[in-house]
């Protein structure tokens, strides 16, 4: 059941599926940047939240956050959230003022006991903020917000940050079935790049294939075959499953959110290296940017969170070239 529940992030996928199918309303994406403080031991740090919002009416929206909480003395936490919004009218240009809440899954690497070296810790809490906008005439907007996190298991944190949004347009259909079409089949080669979530961040460089099949303009299944390369004594390797969300940026540039299974093999013990491989299936969250070239060829960038029971997570970047056809 504790495993289980580790997969529930994959929710803040799923979220998102209404509003990337049926846009109704605006849409906008942000990037914010700031400071955190750490009220039990006064200690400050750097803050990034990247977003995604979607507005169900005049005066209400739902997003998606991605929250990093910097650095602070044994604790790398960083999380995912979904946030329901009140707001005033969003003027043409001017200010505009919101509020919003929700929980917040976190992932927060913290030091070991005895031989471990650190320990990758998921817990819940939940998240409030507060928001200031100034909108141009254009579809860009600056942005301030502050937010408390309230960790049910870990530390409580203060936000503030500053950045900027912008909203996105509509693109015609003709170009929406060019970026992506049902029946479409996509090969992709990738170069990967993997973080692990411990306090030294250590990485490795791997490669991977991916297969993607399109189900509808806003729906894609995925393959891929992944090696992550290999870090001490672990080596990790294996095959990852997934459903992706899709939104249209712009005219040739396509917003990918995914969930699903990554299957794997890989070590549980990082000093043993004589400890044969395990396998294992992990819950994997990804977002992505498609870019199309021309009628065939793409290019892709992802990132992925890969979420383990074992004190194994780890942040996967890949980038690549593929045909469609």
């Not at 301030?144 to 409580?156: C, E, T, V």
Request: net charge neutral; hydrophobic share 40%.
């Amino acid at each position: 059941m504790r495993y289980i529940l580790k997969a529930v992030p994959l929710i803040f996928v799923s979220c998102l599926a209404t509003s990337l199918a049926a846009p109704a309303f605006a849409q906008d994406a942000s990037i914010l940047a700031g400071a955190m403080g750490v009220r039990e031991n006064d200690q400050n740090s750097f803050a990034v939240q990247v977003g995604y919002s979607q507005r169900l009416g005049n005066y209400t929206a739902v997003s998606a956050e991605y929250v990093n909480e910097g650095h602070p003395d044994f604790h790398h936490r960083d999380g995912l959230s979904p946030q329901f919004w009140l707001h005033t009218l969003v003027p043409e240009k001017g200010w505009s003022f919101g509020a919003g809440i929700g929980p917040y899954f976190y992932f927060d690497t913290t030091p070991g006991r005895g031989t471990q070296a650190y320990r990758n810790d998921h817990g819940w809490g939940a998240i409030a903020s507060a928001s200031v906008k100034y909108h141009f005439a254009s579809n860009l907007y600056g942005e301030l917000r502050a937010s408390r996190i309230k960790g049910l298991s870990g530390h409580d944190s203060d936000l503030l940050v500053v950045g900027v949004g912008y909203e996105l347009g509509s693109t015609s259909r003709a170009a929406r079935t060019e970026n992506a079409a049902a029946g479409d089949n996509t090969i992709l080669l990738l170069r990967s790049r993997s973080i692990v979530n411990s306090l030294n961040s250590e990485q490795s460089s791997g490669y991977a294939i991916e297969y993607r099949r399109t189900i509808h303009e806003n729906l894609e299944l995925s393959a891929m075959a992944l090696n992550e390369g290999k870090v001490g004594t672990l080596d990790r390797k294996g095959l990852v499953t997934q459903a992706w969300l899709m939104r249209p940026l712009t005219e040739r540039t396509i917003l990918e959110l995914g969930a699903g299974a990554y299957t794997m093999r890989d070590k549980t013990d990082r000093n043993d290296a004589a400890q044969d491989d395990t396998t294992h299936v992990a819950p994997i969250v990804s977002v992505g940017v498609r870019y199309r070239f021309n009628p065939t060829l793409r290019a892709e960038l992802t990132w992925s969170r890969v979420i383990t029971n074992y004190h194994r997570d780890s942040d996967l970047f890949l980038l690549g070239v593929g045909t469609s056809f």
